[in-house]
């Protein structure tokens, strides 16, 4: 069974950092695309950013500039450096992942964890 599990939330004041990570643990042959997604409440869950295995990235227009997505592959790691955080950037981070048992990849999805940014 493959798990994502998120770390690095929190509580922190307009304009501060935070770094997320997500570690994929279990039994696989490879992990390809990696990203983050966010759900504020009342609202839909969005992209904010992904990184290949390769390291091309992709970001949302609302936090270019901010936030930058990287990954260790050794570790089976993804990370996302928030920076200048906004209110509007509250909400819950979740990690998503393609994951390959076999030649077939397989999405999963983290718990997510808690960004609060308020002063």
């Known amino acids: 069974q493959v798990q994502l599990v998120e770390s690095g939330g929190g509580l922190v004041q307009p304009g501060g950092s935070l770094r997320l990570s997500c570690v994929a643990s279990?039994?696989?042959?490879?992990?390809?695309?990696m990203g983050w997604y966010r759900q504020a409440p009342g609202k839909q869950r969005e992209l904010v950013a992904t990184?290949?295995?390769?390291?091309?990235?992709n970001y949302a227009e609302s936090v270019k500039g901010r936030f930058t997505i990287s990954r260790d592959n050794a570790k089976n790691t993804v990370y996302l450096q928030l920076n200048s955080l906004k209110p509007e950037d509250t909400a819950v981070y979740y990690c998503?992942?393609?994951?390959?048992?076999?030649?077939?990849?397989?999405?999963?999805w983290g718990q997510g964890t808690q960004v609060t940014v308020s002063s």
């Open positions: 279990g039994t696989f042959l490879s992990i390809g695309a």
């Open positions: 990184i290949t295995s390769g390291g091309n990235t």
């Open positions: 998503n992942a393609d994951v390959r048992l076999t030649w077939l990849p397989t999405n999963y």
